[in-house]
């Protein structure tokens, strides 16, 4: 069993930035891929970046390449997404997930564990 709990959000203005962070109580952490997904009101939850269990490996969803940053911390069993020129269609509840299989694993379905998310609103 893996607990994971989301911190970091907020309301921000465009162009602001934020750190998110999600802290994961297992021993196994670095035997985890984890994913940062995301759901805005009435849609869908995305998928927004992966980390692979070492860390040297990334995926992003194109709506954030080049400014979301995702990297985790084996030591400190957490994983971290920095989030940069926020727009006010970032604003979501954000999710961390947890899988033993791909970090590139785009759908929800492969992931057995997750946060009860955090809020980040970003006004224009």
């Known amino acids: 069993q893996v607990h994971l709990v989301e911190s970091g959000g907020g309301l921000v203005q465009a162009g602001d930035s934020l750190r998110l962070s999600c802290a994961a109580s297992t021993r196994t952490f670095s035997s985890y891929s984890m994913a940062w997904f995301r759901q805005a009101p009435g849609k869908e939850r995305e998928f927004v970046a992966g980390?692979?269990?070492?860390?040297?490996?990334?995926y992003y969803a194109d709506s954030v390449k080049g400014r979301f940053t995702i990297s985790r911390d084996n030591a400190k069993n957490t994983v971290y997404l920095q989030l940069n020129s926020l727009k006010p269609d970032d604003t979501a509840v954000y999710y961390c997930?947890?899988?033993?299989?791909?970090?590139?694993?785009?759908?929800?379905?492969?992931?057995?564990?997750w946060g009860q998310g955090t809020q980040v609103t970003v006004s224009s």
């Open positions: 980390i692979k269990w070492s860390g040297d490996s990334t």
């Open positions: 997930a947890a899988n033993v299989g791909s970090y590139y694993a785009t759908s929800t379905i492969p992931y057995d564990y």
